[in-house]
């Protein structure tokens, strides 16, 4: 449930202005407002939004360096077909993947479009998560250098900073590191461990986000990853002051629910697509599929 201090935005009626609502129950406190994600006519055209958005997103981790040589794997859910997923070819850089390059993979591992090989941990655990979590239409996993180090700790991020609370309650821990993930067992219990929450911090390995849309995990990742420099930092420096537990979950309905993930990924996407226009060059082959059933 969206926290009450959190609205869908609403053009004003024509002549009309753009203000600030106040909330009806509590005397002095603003609504935020914000817009909503889009709706769409056809599995074609959610198809093609789905799939520049995957796009965008490897390409804006290779920008932040969230990437490492052929680690890491992004995946989201085919609108029309949901039980099978979109994912980045093995040994694809993340800074050059296309929507023509993306492989559409079943829960059993094969490539039913696509011609280039799978990476092995990516099946293991994307379709475990994907499998587990009905709402889990995007899934985002890398090997970046503060989730790395901060998961040799193997504790939760603590509420030290605004930004932190998004994940306040919401991210589990995996303890223990069984070595690359290649076998079922270990992708069914990162599944179980991440259980209802958005995110995972993965002792001795990485960080792992979900959201309902690719531009909401793809943001929880990168938010995550800051997450952990930050806390890092500030216990390097000396004992962090924590933000109080009631504080915490109150910012945490807004600054984590859904739509502030959705959000907060559009000034990334601005970015990515003005300095790289390719990733909107699409047409009629990127939004069909035909699986010859």
Not at 27 to 48: A, N
Not at 158 to 184: K, S
């Amino acid at each position: 449930m969206e926290n009450d201090a959190v609205k869908f935005f609403k053009a004003p009626e024509p002549g009309a202005k753009i203000s600030f609502t106040k909330d009806p129950n509590k005397p002095g406190k603003f609504i935020f407002t914000m817009p909503q994600p889009p709706t769409f006519s056809s599995f074609g055209e959610e198809r093609v939004h789905r799939k520049q958005r995957l796009v965008a997103a490897f390409r804006i981790f290779a920008k932040l360096g969230l990437d490492e040589g052929v680690g890491g794997h992004l995946t989201c859910r085919d609108p029309e077909h949901p039980e099978l997923f979109w994912v980045n070819p093995f040994g694809r850089s993340f800074a050059c993947i296309t929507i023509k390059d993306l492989l559409l993979v079943d829960h059993n591992g094969t490539v039913v479009v696509g011609t280039s090989p799978l990476n092995a941990a990516a099946f293991v655990i994307h379709s475990k998560i994907h499998g587990a979590r009905e709402d889990a239409i995007a899934a985002c996993h890398s090997h970046s250098v503060y989730g790395k180090a901060f998961s040799t700790l193997a504790k939760p991020v603590l509420p030290v900073t605004q930004d932190a609370c998004m994940f306040y309650e919401d991210h589990a821990v995996l303890p223990g590191f069984n070595g690359v993930v290649a076998d079922e067992v270990e992708g069914d219990r990162i599944a179980e461990v991440l259980g209802s929450c958005k995110a995972i911090v993965m002792q001795n390995h990485g960080l792992l986000t979900v959201g309902k849309t690719v531009d909401e995990a793809a943001f929880w990742f990168i938010a995550l990853d800051k997450a952990c420099h930050v806390q890092l930092l500030a216990e390097a420096a000396g004992t962090p002051t924590l933000i109080a537990h009631e504080v915490a979950a109150d910012s945490h309905q807004t600054v984590g629910s859904s739509l502030s993930g959705w959000f907060n990924f559009q000034p990334y996407y601005q970015m990515i697509t003005r300095e790289q226009p390719d990733i909107l060059k699409v047409d009629d082959e990127d939004a069909q599929l035909n699986l010859g059933e």
